[in-house]
């Protein structure tokens, strides 16, 4: 059996997340989602939204508006239920045929309707007749109350969406745009006639590309599989298993990622938290030493990092957070938090490059872990103009 070290293997999982090494700038946004397997979707905006900012943390300062083209033209991808609501590339429809089939025999999903039937046939009849359309554009997402408070036309195009009759075909204005499947998804693609085995089969070997090197836990995470199922079609799945130093669970890695030593430039940038090389919180604690969490549903006062807190990746580690936020044409760190004082020049290089990818001319620090932490990235940006 091939035993990793755990430097090692947090390489291997930083080139296969697409952090070591030149990026492959002409397959773009686009090889990214297809190398990825799922980008996830998040309503949280504040340098932008997550699909956003996976890209960039990748390729850097790529357009906002080209990396909405490269995700909704096309027929190139769609979005579905993977690790979360993600965006992901057309060519794996046939393999999420298992999750459909599994929606279709629960009959429903959080609400039911009043009158499945009928509120499904005028739901197809209108995206049959007039195109693609929001719930807004269908008659209305909502009944009036909270934001669960569905109306019978949303209840009904999204169980179709879950069923597989109907697919998002992009987002416009954070709506998502319903089409028929039968009319969106390219006509090879289009069927459910691989069996669970094949599917599940499929993305375990996609998980396993797409990390490098993971546990059983790691891979049933990326698409929110079950450990039994992972269990079903490791031995099927091509990937090879490993022992990884430190980690004291058995491991598995892509083939291709064990053939050749990680090597290249590091990428120094700012992650979304939704960002799939650190959206598994364990998973980035056992690579990373680095305990992250999401505090945007904590309440305020018991904040630690700040409401969206993302994590600084430089030379292959994370080295610290910032919780970022935009006054006009300023970016305001209104937290960060180093890992070591010798993160400062790296901190405000992710800063200042993040600023000028969403349009800002200025940067500002408002608190630091401490005031000395504070003071050392005000200096770095002053040093770099920001």
Not at 95 to 110: L, Q, S, T
Not at 238 to 264: F, H, I, Q, R, S
Request: proline letters at 5%; charged letters at 30%; aromatic letters at 8%.
């Amino acid at each position: 059996m091939v035993s990793l070290s755990a430097d090692e293997a947090r390489r291997i999982a930083l080139r296969a997340q697409g952090f070591i090494g030149a990026p492959d700038r002409r397959a773009g946004v686009r090889g990214i989602l297809r190398h990825l397997g799922a980008v996830q979707l998040d309503t949280i905006s504040v340098l932008a939204r997550s699909h956003e900012l996976v890209p960039y943390a990748r390729l850097g300062a790529v357009g906002r508006e080209a990396v909405e083209r490269a995700y909704w033209t096309d027929s190139h991808a769609f979005e579905y239920w993977s690790h979360a609501a993600c965006i992901l590339p057309i060519e794996e429809w046939p393999h999420f045929a298992f999750r459909r089939r599994v929606k279709r025999a629960h009959g429903y999903r959080w609400h039911r309707m009043k009158d499945k039937e009928a509120s499904c046939r005028l739901v197809l009849d209108r995206l049959r007749a007039e195109g693609p359309l929001t719930s807004t554009q269908l008659g209305g997402a909502k009944n009036g109350g909270p934001w669960w408070d569905w109306s019978e036309t949303k209840i009904a195009v999204e169980w179709l969406l879950d069923a597989g009759d109907v697919v998002v075909t992009e987002r416009r204005g954070w709506k998502r745009v319903y089409d028929l499947a039968e009319r969106a998804v390219p006509d090879e693609l289009f069927h459910d006639e691989l069996d669970d085995a094949e599917c599940l089969r499929r993305l375990v070997a996609l998980a396993g590309r797409s990390l490098g090197v993971g546990t059983r836990a790691d891979l049933a995470d990326y698409h929110r599989l079950k450990g039994e199922q992972v269990d079903a079609v490791i031995a099927d799945s091509g990937l090879v298993p490993v022992e990884v130093e430190g980690w004291g669970k058995p491991a598995w890695a892509d083939p291709e990622a064990l053939a050749t030593e990680p090597c290249g430039r590091h990428r120094t940038t700012l992650l979304s938290p939704f960002d799939s090389l650190v959206w598994d919180r364990p998973r980035t604690e056992r690579i990373f030493g680095f305990a992250h969490k999401l505090e945007a549903y904590v309440p305020k006062p018991k904040r630690v990092h700040g409401y969206f807190a993302m994590p600084v990746l430089a030379g292959g580690r994370l080295v610290g957070r910032v919780d970022p936020a935009r006054e006009g044409t300023t970016l305001v760190a209104r937290q960060l938090s180093l890992e070591t004082p010798k993160s400062a020049p790296a901190v405000a290089a992710a800063l200042r490059e993040a600023a000028e990818w969403v349009g800002c001319d200025a940067v500002r620090v408002e608190r630091g872990g401490t005031p000395e932490q504070a003071a050392a990235v005000t200096a770095e940006l002053a040093a770099l103009g920001a």
